[in-house]
């Protein structure tokens, strides 16, 4: 108790940090972070269970049950049954890509056989790379930004819910898909429905927005402006950094299709054509900041400790894999395949904005 008692009084001396330089606005957006942790680490399950419940509230709310509901409402169907299977099942957004369904259902097998130790090096080796590309963002927006503090691990209390935290993550691609398929056909019903999901209900995540106006209220003076401005510039940046990795991983497409209209006149497996095609992909995640592949790869060889036997984890290893396929595939259907996995992949990276964006408020808290 004694020991909790002088945590939280330095924790008070921490917040007592000004913002009238840009060290000390550093400091103290590092102090906010951590405050938050330290909100999510009070009760991490609760947390966990709100986002899923009330992701499920707010489909139910903001999309339509049927076709006809859809048509009467100018809103995008998505009925509750579509939610009750995981994401990389037959019945979901990969049914007809059966080699993604097997990759995906083993990277799921992957991350619950990964310790807790493992998993958090990976976490932490990630959260640098976002460090420098929020960095990166954050000093084109905010003037004179010191650069971003250091990144506390907010999902550091997910491991022992990791089949909850999963399952959120399915119901939050199947959305994002569902999204995604409607705005190709209905961009204006797809619109509306987004907006009906950024404050869909009355107490929408209203847990986490306790949290946020908790922190928020331990900052004063110039404080008290400054660091919910750096929060919207931060959350600002996710939103930049997401469009601008889909548009990459959208690009890729594009890579096989350049290569296949250059003509077959290489023998099937031609090591030039396979690496041409590995050097093409890898160069659309290069970032003025990252080199995604290099970033994944490294983080998995330096956190995977028992790294499974005859099984090669490195990124490059699996875009070779694919480049061969598609260069040895005469039908297209690789390609088509392969369209269908780039898309789960821009559905999940939409989920995973989406779920971090609990910790950037919005119009469904009192608080902007």
Same mark, same amino acid.
């Given at each position: ?38 909100g999510l680490d009070a009760d991490y399950g609760q947390y966990e269970n709100e986002i899923r419940e009330h992701s499920k509230k707010a ?88 650069g971003v503090p250091d990144i506390p691990d907010l999902e550091e209390g997910s491991f022992q819910f990791k089949d909850s935290v999963i ?7 199947? /959305?994002? %898909?569902? +999204? $995604?398929? *409607?705005?190709?056909? =209905? !961009? ?8 009906? #999901? ?97 970033? /994944?790869? %490294?983080? +998995? $060889?330096? *956190?995977?400790?028992? =790294? !499974? ?8 290893? #699996? ?50």
């Amino acid at each position: 108790m004694m020991f909790l008692t002088v945590l939280i009084a330095s924790s008070a001396l921490v917040f007592a940090h000004d913002c009238s330089s840009p060290q000390a606005t550093r400091a103290s957006f590092g102090a906010y972070l951590q405050c938050i942790k330290e909100g999510l680490d009070a009760d991490y399950g609760q947390y966990e269970n709100e986002i899923r419940e009330h992701s499920k509230k707010a489909a139910t709310a903001c999309f339509a049950s049927s076709i006809e509901e859809g048509n009467a409402k100018d809103r995008c169907v998505l009925s509750a049954s579509d939610l009750s299977h995981v994401a990389w099942d037959r019945n979901g957004p990969l049914r007809e890509c059966s080699i993604c369904r097997t990759f995906a259902s083993g990277a799921i097998k992957a991350i619950k056989a990964t310790p807790a130790e493992d998993q958090k090096c990976i976490r932490t080796e990630i959260s640098k790379a976002i460090a420098r590309e929020a960095s990166y963002c954050l000093q084109r927006k905010v003037a004179n930004f010191p650069g971003v503090p250091d990144i506390p691990d907010l999902e550091e209390g997910s491991f022992q819910f990791k089949d909850s935290v999963i399952a959120s993550i399915s119901d939050h691609i199947l /959305i994002q %898909s569902r +999204l $995604s398929f *409607c705005g190709e056909r =209905k !961009p204006q019903r797809a619109a509306s429905t987004r907006a009906c #999901l950024a404050s869909p209900f009355v107490g929408y995540l209203s847990g986490h927005c306790k949290v946020l106006a908790n922190c928020d209220s331990r900052f004063s003076g110039t404080c008290a402006k400054t660091i919910p401005q750096t929060r919207k510039a931060t959350c600002e940046c996710i939103t930049d950094a997401r469009d601008d990795l889909k548009k990459r991983i959208g690009s890729i497409a594009g890579v096989f299709n350049d290569l296949l209209s250059g003509g077959r006149g290489l023998a099937i497996g031609s090591a030039n054509k396979v690496d041409i095609c590995v050097s093409q992909i890898k160069k659309q995640m290069i970032t003025p900041v990252n080199d995604w592949v290099s970033v /994944i790869d %490294s983080a +998995l $060889s330096t *956190c995977i400790r028992n =790294k !499974p036997a005859g099984q090669n984890l490195a990124m490059e290893a #699996l875009l070779n894999v694919g480049c061969r396929k598609v260069i040895a595939d005469t039908t297209g259907a690789a390609t088509t395949q392969l369209k269908t996995g780039f898309d789960f992949v821009n559905n999940l990276i939409d989920a995973m904005v989406q779920r971090s964006g609990r910790f950037c408020g919005g119009s469904h808290c009192l608080h902007g």
